[in-house]
């Protein structure tokens, strides 16, 4: 049996708020029931996901530098650092693994300043605006890219 890729999932600040805040723009499902889906899906792939969460930038640094040589891909929602970390692009950068950047919204008919990302051009694709199926279909496409498809 080929051994599981193993993908590193982060969430960005506020998205522990999921369910409870906000579900006319994000939703009514939380963090805990899109992990648990993403890890079925994960499974089913033959993928072992570890899921991260943080309101705090260097801590997401910290574990984004620690999937090197320890995970094959992570799967991001930068949430708002998206439009503003420098440091969370450096940090993606150095870990020289694929990354594939997700959102809940479509960020590109939201406010102007969402348009634009640190992390989508060191990314190997983006998919925003399906709601917790972002993450599946991210999910995916990170690993039909792993196994070397177009
Ligand atoms: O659509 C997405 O997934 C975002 O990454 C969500 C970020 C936003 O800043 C990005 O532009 C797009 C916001 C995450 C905040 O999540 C909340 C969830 C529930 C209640 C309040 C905030």
């Known amino acids: 049996m080929p051994e599981a890729q193993r993908i590193l999932v982060i969430h960005g600040p506020n998205l522990n708020l999921l369910g409870s805040r906000e579900p006319d723009v994000y939703g009514a499902t ?10 079925a899906a994960g499974k089913e792939a033959g993928a072992s996901l570890e899921f991260f969460q ?17 995970a094959e891909g992570i799967l991001i929602n930068p949430a708002g650092l998206t439009h503003t970390s420098v440091v969370l692009r450096d940090a993606l950068l150095a870990t020289g693994l694929p990354v594939v950047e997700v959102h809940l919204s ?4 939201r406010e102007s300043f969402r348009r634009t990302s640190l992390v989508s051009d060191v990314a190997v ?13 991210g999910l ?9 498809s177009p």
């Open 30 to 39: 939380t963090l805990a029931e899109i992990d648990r889906a993403l890890e």
């Open 54 to 70: 943080s309101n705090h930038e260097g801590e997401l640094v910290e574990r984004i530098q620690a999937a090197a040589g320890a």
């Open 106 to 109: 479509n960020v590109h008919a």
């Open 125 to 137: 694709g983006v998919v925003c605006g399906f709601g917790p199926a972002s993450y599946r279909l």
């Open 140 to 148: 995916t496409g990170l690993l039909s890219h792993l196994q070397g």
